[in-house]
């Protein structure tokens, strides 16, 4: 027997399994396993009584909602796409999106109503629907809840599905160009949580804060489905802070969150921590950035949870890798574990990938020799929408190319070195900006710091770090440069120190923006002095 793959099965089971237990919290919103399923199928006819049909694209602009969630799987049965759209980009970049996808429908939060406002005679959008209820309703727009309450809440039996349809789009940040929409497919997600299932253990009895990683980002990392599929609990916050992490995990004792490592660091550098129970968490997932092996220790210290490093792209779904400690590791000593679960980490099951070098053969296996990651596997995405030549250049060969360089040691463990772009260069030598971050981070005064590139007559380039200290601590270009010597080969030593009174410049997913990093620094002049 062969059933479509399709997280709609996931939804099935767990309404069955678990209708009365409550599966989404959102702030004063508290919605059964049971109650979800009938709201999704009032989003499906809705759609459908705005002139949805199979294939057509649904995009959706607001803040981390239960909506959100309910758009996830509400677009399934009719066979629409779902488009979720970074509420940090600029009205002409909405425009952009828009334009290229061509959605038929746009959910917008209230926060968000101006910019849709302001883009609305510019793009091809027939309806559009506030999500709110507190807020002024726009002319010509109808509001989500009455929409949704004026259509059957009872399950579509027919879905119109197959499992290679399309079915969520999601546009990559465009750092080297226009961004570029990832089509996932229905078997994409349903493998995708699988893998991330078998990797995490995760259970019905687990209660994750969802939303520190935007529900706009990168197909939440998958959350929506593979919290789903066991029945666990979904605990949406607005956005990530301190406060409000910490408030919602002693409240209602979470035991899994996922995290990009700024946000982390935020946390255990928030001075009213520990005014917070904690106690309950069991899992902290990092990715969206390479983690300093100190940021994991640090929180396996002071937080006393699992800590360990995962990572993916859009267009894989996107797991990959997640920092796991095989069982073969498990009494080595406790600096060597947490070293193994900051590093990029093992392929994921049904993930095959390999570390290669420009010719396409393997890398050796030694942990030195530099190569690019190259995947395959069923969550891999299908391809870029309406980019047919993109497409076959990032799957050349029968591998989808990352951009990503990294080595691989002997156990098997990736580690992500560089970005292609932001490997220095310098007098031939390859210098990766992570491995001196990474460095620089574990110095006890430091909060935050980035590599880059500066320009330099006689070797090219050389590393520039911009730092920015501790609250309360101070720190010179020159005791950095000594603490670097101690640890980290000469010649990969920043030259130039930069530091800052103020946080890095990040994107709204919490990674820091290196490309407008040297847009500001890129030169080679030193700055030693608060910039």
Request: charged fraction near 25%.
């Amino acid at each position: 027997m062969k059933l479509p793959q399709t997280p709609l099965r996931f939804l099935e089971r767990t309404a069955r399994l678990y209708r009365d237990k409550v599966g989404i919290v959102c702030r004063d919103h508290r919605e059964t396993y049971g109650a979800y399923q009938g709201r999704v199928y009032q989003f499906a006819r809705a759609m459908m009584e705005l002139g949805v049909r199979k294939g057509d694209r649904v995009a959706y602009l607001g803040m981390n909602c239960h909506r959100l969630l309910e758009a996830y799987y509400g677009v399934l049965p009719i066979g629409a796409i779902l488009l979720p759209l970074n509420i940090r980009l600029s009205p002409s970049e909405i425009a952009f999106i828009l334009n290229d996808a061509a959605p038929k429908v746009l959910v917008v939060g209230k926060e968000l109503v101006a910019v849709a406002e302001a883009v609305r005679h510019q793009v091809p959008v027939s309806s559009y629907v506030l999500a709110d209820e507190d807020a002024p309703l726009p002319p010509g727009w109808q509001r989500f809840d009455p929409l949704l309450a004026r259509q059957s809440a009872d399950p579509i039996e027919a879905w119109d599905v197959d499992e290679d349809d399309v079915a969520e789009i999601f546009y990559t940040s465009g750092t080297t160009g226009r961004p570029k929409g990832a089509m996932l497919t229905h078997r994409a997600l349903y493998t995708h949580a699988l893998q991330a299932l078998v990797t995490l253990q995760l259970t019905d009895a687990d209660v994750q804060i969802v939303g520190t990683v935007p529900l706009f980002h990168v197909n939440a990392w998958g959350s929506p489905h593979f919290l789903v599929a066991v029945g666990a609990t979904q605990v949406v916050v607005p956005r990530f802070d301190p406060e409000i992490f910490a408030r919602a995990v002693q409240e209602h004792r979470a035991t899994v969150a996922l995290m990009v490592p700024t946000m982390l660091n935020a946390l255990l550098n928030w001075p009213g921590r520990k005014a917070y129970d904690l106690s309950s968490l069991r899992t902290l997932v990092l990715g969206g950035a390479p983690a300093p092996y100190a940021l994991v220790e640090a929180a396996r210290r002071e937080i006393g949870c699992k800590t360990m490093v995962g990572y993916g792209l859009t267009e894989t779904t996107p797991v990959l890798t997640v920092a796991v400690l095989k069982g073969t590791l498990a009494d080595r000593p406790q600096e060597e574990k947490d070293r193994r679960m900051a590093m990029t980490g093992l392929p994921t099951v049904g993930v095959e990938l390999r570390v290669v070098r420009e010719d396409g053969t393997e890398v050796r296996s030694d942990g030195q020799e530099v190569g690019e990651i190259v995947v395959r596997g069923d969550s891999v995405m299908k391809g870029y929408w309406n980019r047919p030549e993109e497409t076959e250049e990032a799957f050349r060969g029968g591998w989808f190319h990352t951009g990503d360089m990294a080595v691989v040691d002997a156990e098997g463990y990736v580690q992500i070195v560089d970005r292609k772009k932001d490997i220095i260069i310098s007098g031939g030598e390859n210098i990766s900006s992570v491995e001196v971050e990474n460095c620089i981070y574990s110095h006890p005064a430091v909060l935050e710091c980035a590599v880059i590139a500066a320009t330099d007559p006689h070797w090219g380039e050389v590393p520039k770090a911009l730092v920015v200290p501790k609250p309360g601590q101070t720190v010179t270009p020159e005791e950095l440069s000594a603490y670097c010597r101690d640890r980290i080969a000469h010649f990969k030593v920043p030259r130039h120190w930069v530091i800052l009174d103020r946080e890095l410049p990040k994107t709204g997913t919490g990674k820091v923006m290196k490309a407008e990093l040297r847009k500001l620094y890129g030169g080679g002049q030193a700055a030693a002095t608060p910039a």
